[in-house]
């Protein structure tokens, strides 16, 4: 059972998963559950008061609730979890077969400390293939990950960082930063995760493409998460 803490049993990972309004939270857990998820744990953290872990079928996950905020909700997991690994998963993005053994041996590496994921969409959408393409290209050349890049890092070097920062957006990017600052070596791995295209669907993928360039572009030249967070509403 991969909630159950046994003395002397080695756990590994802990998947944490900050949701809310998820409906389909069962289906997005379904092809989790489906991986080889023996000795690792997996912490669900809802920002709606358990609006969304009340739905949860599984007994075995560990359901959490703090205050709104995928920073906030994150840095709850993390504060849960057992492991020495931390997995940040959205939870519509669905991990590659191999995830976990993917992430264990790039963290045996000693001098990588952290890494992500090539980005791929659930989309026969040729703009958003190479959407994917660009984002996997440039998180290879910056090694600054996206958070639906599925983010995996060591636990004690992710709270000697100081963990996710409270913003309202862009708390990946400088989690990112923050490693980066500290000559940390961060990896990405040629395997994709499938994330959803329902954003790009519902504002236009043009629409959300150009937006997300304005947002990272101003983040970058020091506009504060809180002005960008009203802009990206």
Not at 78 to 86: D, E, F, T, V
Not at 172 to 192: A, G, P, R
């Amino acid at each position: 059972m991969y909630k159950t803490l046994k003395k002397g049993l080695s756990i590994n990972i802990s998947i944490i998963i900050p949701v809310f309004n998820e409906p389909n939270i069962n289906l997005y857990l379904k092809s989790l559950l489906n991986l080889d998820i023996k000795n690792h744990e997996i912490i669900v953290v809802d920002g709606n008061n358990s609006s969304t872990i009340e739905l949860i079928k599984d007994a075995n996950i560990i359901k959490a609730t703090s205050i709104k905020g995928r920073a906030n909700q994150m840095n709850k997991g993390a504060s849960l979890a057992s492991n020495k690994i931390l997995l940040f998963l959205h939870a519509d993005t669905i991990l590659p077969n191999n995830a976990l053994i993917e992430i264990k041996n790039i963290l045996k590496q000693e001098e990588i400390k952290a890494g992500a994921f090539d980005l791929s969409f659930n989309s026969k959408n040729m703009f958003l293939s190479m959407i994917a393409k660009t984002a996997s290209l440039r998180s290879r050349l910056t090694r600054i990950p996206y958070g639906d890049q599925a983010i995996f890092i060591k636990r004690d070097i992710f709270q000697k960082i100081g963990t996710y920062e409270n913003f309202p957006l862009m708390e990946d990017v400088n989690l990112m930063e923050k490693l980066k600052k500290e000559n940390y070596k961060i990896e990405i791995s040629k395997e994709k995760v499938i994330t959803s295209s329902r954003k790009w669907d519902n504002s236009g993928i043009l629409f959300t493409t150009l937006r997300n360039w304005v947002l990272i572009s101003l983040y970058f030249l020091g506009v504060s998460p809180k002005k960008l967070a009203k802009f990206y509403n």
